[in-house]
């Protein structure tokens, strides 16, 4: 072993930039992010060859004060805290005094500056860190920073940098992320000369959306406005069919901070849970302001992640607020918006939103069927028709009740209107006929409707199975079946029996870690109830982060999937009224269990615009 030894002020700064200074893009964010401290209202940002030869940022903020230009960079040199205490308070998105001495350290560096308040500015030119000179400068008041050739003198570092493109577009999302966070400021990205980007900085988070996605996009979002005790949430929340295939379209935003938090992503997409294809995430825009002592941001050298005290309440509070703001907001799709969707990008097309595809898709379907006769068989055969009539009617009771099928729709529709004194969240629907016949075709007060019967009933009966009381609805198994499980699962198991009995799945344990089903809920086959168990526990204590309702969510889903009418059968226009009817009354009805639409809507302007009726 060597002798301990202090490291020399340049090794130090090498270690110190290793840390800040990853690539071109977090030289962006840092100095950008210095531009906003000082309170500019307009930040340019141009970039050549992906920053890697070059990067500068402009803006017009307070600019740096002549005596203060070389303390600038120093080591842990900053006018944003004073002491310790001051990181729980912090309002600035700086404080450690890093940035500039360690992005100096790894490039050539000129930095323009002036208050306003001084008649002329400052140039200073530093490279690998050594100040080479520093000279009166005109310029206007704020700060300009240029650093090129970026890890001139680290060539592994700069071994390991993207290519161009992918570096470009590190920058472009970094400050297309940090224009959300700041709809106030303009930004103007120029990459290679050419401007890319801009924000209008009119203050106004609906613009700034606008800028970064469509117009129709933002024009389809929904507001979001929450106040309580501990945060104030503002935001737009895209609407359920523009879906996303990674969580990366859910922006967060704290006290002004861009940042990337689990828990509050998960509590974005559960808000969104039902009416999201699973697998897919919404897009987000999601603005906290909280009280800057709950924060600690000191916890990640980029400044990405922050701990946030009371991290899960906030989360709960946010997937509440949203999960409300959606259900009260009319979630049709128009015809028109699907098409817009399908003109984005392709990796963000959503197979579900093309009507055209759809179509072709349930064509093909249709011609599948006529060629292995399942078509015409289905149409012969009245016991499948007569099933899907009784699902529909909700109303079989359990056979060992002996009650009779209620056939009367008319009545078990007002029935079911007093009884849960639902409000109708659609207009009245006046059914045409079925199509396909996978669809079910109505006439609205503001256009057509279209509505898929097996996504329309799937959603009816998630609805059913979620609001019906199972804990007193058993039936008990003859001879109870013993459930074979694995160590964690039956750890999970032991966690939630009284959960499974809520549920009307009756287990008890039966020696170490051995567990027996007794009962299941009374709307399932034995065999199916048993079956849908163990496969779904098996899953889901794998799960990560389990919350406590996912198992039943997760459950209830696949067994709606199991009970409604499928595409292709043909369904009497008593069923398709009832089925639009319940639908009506649906808690949810825009999209089924999985998140895909249960009705599309082709509005009477649409239809003005084919026909070419306007003026
Ligand atoms: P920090 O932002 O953590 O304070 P930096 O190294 O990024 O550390 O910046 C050091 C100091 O230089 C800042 O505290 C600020 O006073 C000054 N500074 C840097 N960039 C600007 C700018 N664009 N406008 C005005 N002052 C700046
Ligand atoms: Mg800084």
Known sequence: MNRIEVLDNFTVGQIAAGEVVQRPVSVVKELVENSLDAGADQVVIEITEGGKKGIIISDNGIGIRHDDIKRAFYRHATSKIASAGDLYQLSTLGFRGEALPSIAAVSDLILVSRSPSEQAGQKIHLKGGDIISVKAAGCPPGTSVSATDLFFNTPARRKHLKSTGTESSLVADIVQRMSLARPEVRFVFKNNDRVVFRSPGSGKLIDAVSSVYNVELAKYMVEVDEQNDILYAEGLLGKPSFNRKTRSHIYLIINGRYVRNKAIYQAVDEAYSGLILSGRHPVAVISLQLNPALLDVNIHPAKMEIKIDKENEIADLLKCSIREKLKNTLLIPTYKSYKSNNTSKKEDINESNNITSIINENQKKLNINNKDDNFIKIKQDDTIYNLSQDNLMHEKESEQTGNKITNNIDNNYEEYKNDYNQQIKLPYLQVIGQLLPTYIVAGGPDGLYIIDQHAAHERIMYEKLLNTE????????????????????SVFIQDNILKFKQMGFIIEEFGEETYII???????????????????IEE???????????????????????AAVKSGEILSNEVMNNLVNHLSMAEEPYTCPHGRPTLVKITENELLQMFKRTN
């Open 518 to 536: 007794r009962a299941v809920p009374a709307h399932l086959s034995t065999n199916e109830g048993i079956i849908q168990f163990t496969d779904l």
């Open 470 to 489: 199972h804990e007193n609805n058993v039936q008990w198994l003859l001879t109870p079946v013993p459930l074979e499980l694995s160590y964690s699962t």
């Open 540 to 562: 889901i204590a794998a799960a990560e982060n389990n919350r406590e309702n996912t198992f039943w969510d997760k459950f209830i889903t696949s067994l709606s999937c199991r």
